[in-house]
């Protein structure tokens, strides 16, 4: 159980097109779900936080209006990258957590690479 | 937030016991500490998470003192698929809360 799902896995779009990217969670109910991404050789860097129903939450340094993103249900978040260029070029994973239970334990979706020529 | 510290990579020979310590001197009394695993071009994979003293699963063991300042992930007897990047994450137990991800350490086992 706790499968997230990412789709696509792998993106090429033109510069100054908008990519969207899916994350669900498959087998549960995810109130909190977390668009991190990743650069080659770097660390995961958390992006924003989505919570079902309401606004994301977004991390210093992460333009809101370019990285959109929408948690409509309690399994689905999108990230819309707007406007996207090269060096919106990345691995994009998003992650959840469930809605019941006390652990903190977030589930990782595959990623999503970019690529914005 | 509290920020972590762990060797930025280690080698080791296919069959022997790995152990990656973490350093996390500003634990918060709430904080679980999780450890993730990610191979090249995907997710994170959620390893082990332990709160004091010893925690063990099917994959590894994670050794953590009274004074819970640091944590150590024991992985026994690794393999050639064992090489990935291990991170090392403290966080809130209970509550919505983000992760954050230090550099973590880039496993290299050697056959």
């Known amino acids: 159980g706790a499968v997230v799902s990412q789709h696509p896995s792998r993106v090429i779009c033109k510069s100054g097109t908008s990519v969207k990217i899916e994350c669900r969670s498959l087998d549960f109910q995810a109130t909190t779900m977390f668009w991190y991404r990743q650069f080659p050789k770097q660390s995961l860097m958390l992006m924003a936080t989505?919570?079902?129903?309401?606004?994301?939450?977004?991390e210093q340094g992460v333009e809101k209006d370019k990285f959109l993103i929408n948690h409509a249900s309690l399994t689905l978040s999108t990230l819309t990258v707007t406007s996207a260029h090269p060096e919106d070029s990345s691995f994009y994973i998003c992650?959840?957590?469930?809605?019941?239970?006390?652990?903190?334990?977030?589930?990782f979706g595959p990623g999503t690479r970019l690529t914005v020529l | 937030l509290a920020k972590t510290t762990q060797p930025i990579s280690m080698d080791s020979y296919e069959g022997q016991e790995v152990n990656i310590t973490c350093s996390h001197n500003?634990?918060?009394?709430?904080?679980?500490i999780t450890w993730y695993q990610q191979f090249p071009s995907q997710g994170p994979r959620f390893i082990i998470q332990?709160?004091?003293t010893k925690v063990t699963n099917e994959v590894a063991s994670l050794f953590i003192p009274a004074d819970r300042k640091s944590s150590t992930l024991s992985l026994p007897r690794v393999s050639l698929s064992d090489t990935a990047v291990y991170y090392c994450?403290?966080?809130?137990?209970?509550?919505?809360?983000?992760?954050?991800f230090g550099t973590g350490t880039r496993l290299t086992v050697i056959p």
């Open positions: 500003n634990i918060a009394t709430n904080d679980y």
């Open positions: 992650s959840a957590r469930r809605a019941a239970g006390d652990d903190n334990e977030q589930f």
């Open positions: 994450l403290v966080a809130l137990g209970t509550g919505a809360n983000n992760l954050f």
């Open positions: 332990g709160y004091k």
């Open positions: 989505s919570n079902e129903g309401s606004k994301a939450t977004y």
